[in-house]
């Protein structure tokens, strides 16, 4: 279901065309995010999507189906850790979100990682359907990260 120009959820008109289905992707999240509670804003500070509820902030960025699928997964990644605030006061959280066909590039980063930096998977069928494939955490104490191998 694709956003109607009007509608609550579509892209700016200052935003350039999405690639692939990334509005589709982007609609659906935006609409679940309120269906939770969020309060959601659409291309923020160049971010696809800016939720707040309470006092969390949710920072989202998001892919459509491309050609290049694992390569744009690994783009959105860096694209999120570029917009971590540096005023982050703990209360910040990250999303991934990614139609069915990225979900296996989504979570080739590692879980123990995505906790560190809360992040968030977030999967969005062809329906519009949005699962939460894996949920971040706040890392309390020493993480349980594999010590380096000596040189």
Not at 11 to 37: H, I, K, N, Y
Not at 42 to 62: N, P, S
Request: net charge neutral; glycine share 8%.
């Amino acid at each position: 279901m694709r956003a109607q120009a009007g509608s609550k959820y579509a892209r700016p008109a200052s935003v350039t065309r999405m690639r692939g289905d990334e509005e589709r992707v982007v609609s659906a999240f935006c609409r679940w995010l309120d269906g939770q509670g969020w309060a959601v804003q659409r291309e923020v500070d160049f971010c696809d999507v800016v939720a707040r509820r309470d006092d969390e902030t949710l920072y989202a960025e998001a892919k459509g189906r491309t050609a290049a699928i694992g390569l744009d997964v690994d783009t959105l990644y860096g694209q999120l850790l570029r917009r971590v605030p540096l005023h982050d006061t703990g209360s910040a959280r990250f999303g991934v979100v990614v139609p069915t066909e990225a979900r296996a590039a989504a979570l080739r980063v590692p879980e123990a990682t995505r906790r560190l930096l809360r992040v968030t998977v977030y999967v969005v069928d062809e329906g519009g359907q949005v699962e939460t494939v894996s949920a971040s955490a706040p890392v309390d104490g020493p993480t349980d990260f594999p010590a380096s191998p000596s040189t």
